[in-house]
């Protein structure tokens, strides 16, 4: 599972609850944290669209990604920490 849907299914669970939530501070903590998951969720999304154009501007470029190239073509896999 991903961790976009992960978020998501725990911003409906929450609003849910929320949703059918009785007294005012169970029905408003509810919604604190669905609207913090929907914030989780639509960072992951942005980070996605993100790296969707810059792989797509790479690939218009024809620059490979980092992953893309042989360990003998990046200058400094030697010296990462494996």
Known sequence: ???????REQEAQQQGEADAAVLDNVRERCQRAADAWRVLADRIERADTMRATRVAENAALMIPDADELPDDEFPLAAARPA
């Open 1 to 7: 599972m991903s961790m976009l849907i992960f978020y």
